[in-house]
């Protein structure tokens, strides 16, 4: 019998200052909507602290596309991976469309992400798995 395991893809780490996010949310928050989906945007919109949740899902994003090890997609290629964050565990899963789904159908899995907090920071890591 052997046992089934997942091979680690690639390794992605991101930190994001908090303060930064907030500059970011008050000079362009009307452009959120290039860098969230419709659900990420929603969530963050319903928080009792929009620039904290910001914070966890763009180094999320971030690490998410250091972890898939792609060609830069522009600022909508952060539109092309949908995030879901379990705050509580400090832990959060992507899901990939689009063209980054595309790029990597043939071994792609899934990514898991983590979350540790210092001061006004947020560092996520990411970890892409791929099929086989």
Do not use: C
């Amino acid at each position: 019998m052997t046992a089934l395991t997942r091979r680690p893809q690639g390794i992605g780490v991101d930190i994001v200052d908090a303060t930064r996010i907030q500059n970011f949310i008050e000079k362009h928050e009307s452009s959120l909507n290039k860098i969230l989906t419709e659900s990420e945007l929603q969530k963050m919109m319903e928080s009792t602290d929009r620039v904290s949740y910001l914070s966890y899902l763009f180094s999320a994003k971030e690490a998410v596309f250091k972890s898939l090890d792609l060609a830069w997609f522009g600022i909508e290629g952060f539109r092309m991976i949908e995030v879901t964050l379990n705050l509580e565990q400090n832990q959060a899963t992507a899901v990939l469309t689009d063209n980054l789904l595309e790029q990597t159908q043939s071994w792609w899995d899934e990514t898991l992400i983590d979350f540790e907090t210092k001061d006004n920071s947020v560092v996520a890591k990411a970890i892409s798995y791929s099929k086989t």
